[in-house]
């Protein structure tokens, strides 16, 4: 009769799949590099295949390993969100909530909100995940999200909280230096802050809004908040969130009246959680919050 092998098994696996090593995938557990040998070495005999391979530079994942690696991060997934329900009681607002934001929201937008609703529920722990990769929330990789994206998947509360607008904006210094552009053809001849790849979006944003098809960013970087920092910094004129740059005096916001990109964002949450009332009480303070910061993005 064969034995399931245990969940600390896949958990040491993609560990050291991604630590690299035993030893960096012990200190990230907390166990001994030992015992993490023996948990590879257990799973490799229970499904009959070898999973790394020794080199100069660590331990390289087999072909084996790779096929295996999605289960254990699913795996890893689920076992996580089985610890934050299992963390709140029903009865009160407590326990842990993972919230998923893209960066900027997350660092520019979210801790006053997620403070306040601390402030009003000291046992309620947050989880933010800052990153502009969306996360599953059917399969539980976060408890709520903020999406810039539409929600396509189905069994998930959504409230859409509008359209945030974002404009071209610069540091006062920058525009000392090189001069205030009038026209978008203007763009041409100034440092424009913009991402490194032509992504989907880049290349929708392209078609659909009056950017010159041949304009060119002379500080490239696929981070939003390391592009805020550029422009926060004077390195020169790219998009920003328009409530964000009301609050900087030195940021200008240029060619006002000739460009906007409406930033669709909603709150989404997966309808299982809805009777959670730590979950529920979250929900509705990032709704409330982001109203609110929607309403000072567009000075309604």
Same mark, same amino acid.
């Given at each position: 009769?064969?034995?399931?092998?245990?969940?600390?098994?896949?958990? &040491?696996?993609?560990? +050291? =799949?991604?630590?690299?090593? $035993?030893?960096?995938?012990?200190?990230? %557990?907390?166990?001994?590099? #030992?015992?993490?040998?023996?948990?590879?070495?257990?799973?490799?005999?229970a499904?009959?295949?070898?999973?790394f391979?020794?080199?100069?530079?660590?331990?390289?994942?087999?072909?084996?390993?790779?096929?295996?690696?999605?289960?254990?991060?699913?795996?890893?997934?689920?076992?996580a969100?089985?610890?934050r329900?299992?963390?709140g009681?029903?009865?009160?607002?407590?326990?842990?909530?993972?919230? &998923?934001?893209?960066? +900027? =929201?997350?660092?520019?937008? $979210?801790?006053?909100?997620?403070?306040? %609703?601390?402030?009003?529920? #000291?046992?309620?722990?947050?989880?933010l995940?800052a990153?502009?990769v969306?996360?599953?929330?059917?399969?539980?990789?976060?408890?709520?999200a903020?999406?810039?994206?539409?929600?396509?998947?189905?069994?998930?509360?959504?409230?859409?909280?509008?359209?945030?607008?974002?404009?071209?904006?610069?540091?006062?210094?920058?525009?000392?230096?090189?001069?205030?552009?009038?026209?978008?053809?203007?763009?041409?001849?100034?440092?424009? =802050?913009?991402?490194?790849?032509?992504?989907?979006?880049?290349?929708?944003?392209?078609?659909?809004? #009056?950017?010159?098809?041949?304009?060119?960013?002379?500080?490239?970087?696929?981070?939003?908040?390391?592009?805020?920092?550029?422009?926060r910094?004077?390195?020169?004129?790219?998009?920003?969130?328009?409530?964000?740059?009301?609050?900087?005096?030195?940021?200008?916001?240029?060619?006002?009246?000739?460009?906007?990109?409406?930033?669709?964002?909603?709150?989404?949450?997966?309808e299982?959680?809805?009777?959670?009332?730590?979950?529920?009480?979250?929900?509705?303070?990032?709704?409330?919050?982001?109203?609110?910061?929607?309403?000072?993005?567009t000075?309604?």
């Open positions: 009769m064969s034995i399931e092998p245990s969940w600390d098994f896949y958990r &040491s696996f993609l560990t +050291v =799949i991604q630590q690299g090593s $035993l030893s960096a995938a012990a200190r990230e %557990l907390g166990l001994t590099q #030992p015992t993490i040998g023996r948990h590879v070495d257990a799973l490799e005999k499904i009959g295949a070898e999973l391979i020794r080199s100069p530079s660590g331990l390289l994942p087999t072909d084996a390993a790779q096929a295996l690696k999605p289960y254990a991060e699913t795996l890893a997934a689920t076992t969100a089985l610890l329900t299992a963390s009681e029903r009865e009160r607002v407590a326990g842990t909530v993972r919230v &998923s934001a893209s960066e +900027v =929201i997350a660092v520019e937008v $979210l801790p006053k909100i997620l403070g306040s %609703l601390q402030d009003a529920y #000291p046992e309620l722990q947050i989880e995940s990153s502009d969306i996360e599953d929330l059917v399969n539980r990789e976060a408890d709520i903020v999406r810039m994206a539409e929600p396509q998947q189905g069994a998930l509360i959504v409230r859409r909280i509008g359209d945030i607008p974002i404009g071209f904006h610069a540091h006062r210094c920058y525009l000392e230096r090189h001069g205030n552009p009038q026209t978008i053809a203007d763009l041409a001849n100034h440092r424009l =802050i913009g991402f490194d790849r032509q992504t989907a979006y880049v290349r929708m944003v392209m078609k659909r809004y #009056p950017v010159p098809a041949d304009i060119k960013f002379s500080y490239r970087t696929d981070s939003n908040l390391a592009q805020l920092c550029a422009i910094a004077g390195v020169g004129i790219g998009l920003c969130q328009i409530g964000l740059a009301r609050e900087n005096p030195d940021l200008v916001h240029i060619l006002s009246d000739a460009f906007s990109i409406p930033l669709g964002t909603w709150v989404v949450m997966h299982s959680l809805k009777t959670s009332p730590r979950c529920r009480a979250t929900f509705d303070a990032l709704v409330r919050g982001l109203q609110a910061y929607h309403r000072h993005c000075g309604t």
